[in-house]
């Protein structure tokens, strides 16, 4: 059982940077691929970024060359480092995690352990 904490919401000024963490309990994530996913009021969940058990990562295009993710060397911390922040990246952030050897998962239902969220709020 892989149990996931996020942190690091909150308000920000548009232009400004937030780092997201999602602490696992339980066990290391060394073996897991895990994604960060937003839900904004009225839309759907969409996958922000990825990364495989391996480190091959993958983003969406929407925050392609702003948002950085990564894991810390023990792999028991996910990361999600948002640069550049504007009103659009308003949102509920979750992270997911889903034991797998292989690639990057984009899909939601592919995964079977989130975190409950942390809420991003960029104001002008």
């Known amino acids: 059982q892989v149990q996931l904490v996020e942190s690091g919401g909150g308000l920000v000024q548009a232009g400004g940077s937030l780092r997201l963490s999602c602490a696992a309990s339980g066990r290391t994530l060394g073996s897991y691929a895990m994604g960060w996913f937003r839900q904004a009021p009225g839309k759907e969940r969409e996958l922000v970024a990825a990364i495989s058990a391996g480190g091959v990562t993958y983003y969406a295009d929407s925050v392609k060359g702003r948002f950085t993710i990564d894991r810390d060397n023990a792999k028991t911390t996910l990361y999600l480092q948002m640069n550049s922040l504007n009103l659009e990246d308003t949102a509920n952030y979750s992270c997911?995690?889903?034991?797998?050897?292989?690639?990057?998962?984009?899909?939601?239902?592919?995964?079977?352990?989130w975190g409950q969220g942390t809420q991003v709020t960029v104001s002008s």
């Open positions: 997911a995690a889903r034991s797998s050897p292989f690639g990057v998962i984009k899909t939601s239902s592919d995964y079977g352990y």
